[in-house]
């Protein structure tokens, strides 16, 4: 597949206090990792566009927007929630990671490539349309889909495989019949949605320690059939890699080969339903190596697939 990896200096621009985990080494573990492992010759390098407020609009409630944007600090920092705060120039990494999806649309749509990775932070999965939670302050995936849709993408499917519950994708999509949202997690666990399926809502909740063997059940039996039955055009993988075995965020067991698995059988079905393509975004991930390993995996996967 032609893949890009699609990110921005200014991602690492976002920071919060001194210890939290949601920081810019996170992007230079990923950076540090496929340069280390040749694997940067295997892919297109694009630099995130700067995303308009009419972007953000496509899936945010504009007074929501205008408190995020007013609450931006001369210095220090400003709280949004309790996991979540902004810096000065927490507004240019934010501009650039949603941008990072919209670029990823235009250049999939546009058949110049088959899959993209937007390495980008603040992450988004946990904000609603009116609210930021959860180290999330817009909902990146959430954005971009809104933005494939006015582009004339009639049916699209989203995969989130955080450890924790895409809850604020969820609250954005559900009423959409043409977005089916499938969200495996560690339950009980941050952020303790309500589990609740749909027609276009699958979740699909996994006890802790819970492992790669978990994955492939849950996968094939669950989500698959759906998949496969509403016919995506388009497939965007919220890819957290919280559920790592190393990464202490949550209690799952997955591991490298885990997440080499579902990123062929992801690509695999995208073939097989002729999509356009697939469009991940990196949401959790806090171990710092075994972070780089995932991204390098996930991305080495639809490089060579």
Known sequence: MRTAIISHPFCRKHKMHDEHPECPKRLDAISDRILASGLDIALTHLSAPKAEVAHIALAHDREHIDQVFDSIPTQGLAELDGDTSLCRDSLKAIERAVGAGIMAVDEVLAGRLDAAFCSVRPPGHHASRNQSAGFCVFNNVAIAVAYAKQQGVKRIAVLDIDVHHGDGTQAIVKDSPDVLFCSLFQYPFY????????????????????????????????WLPKIRAFKPELIFISAGFDAHLEDEMGGLKFVESDYAWFTKEVATLSKELSCLGIISYLEGGYDLSSLGRSVETHLRTLAEF
């Open 191 to 222: 952020p303790n949605s309500e589990i609740e399926n749909t027609e276009t809502i699958i979740n699909s909740p996994l006890p802790v320690a819970s492992d790669g063997n978990d994955l492939r059940a849950l996968y094939s039996q669950q």
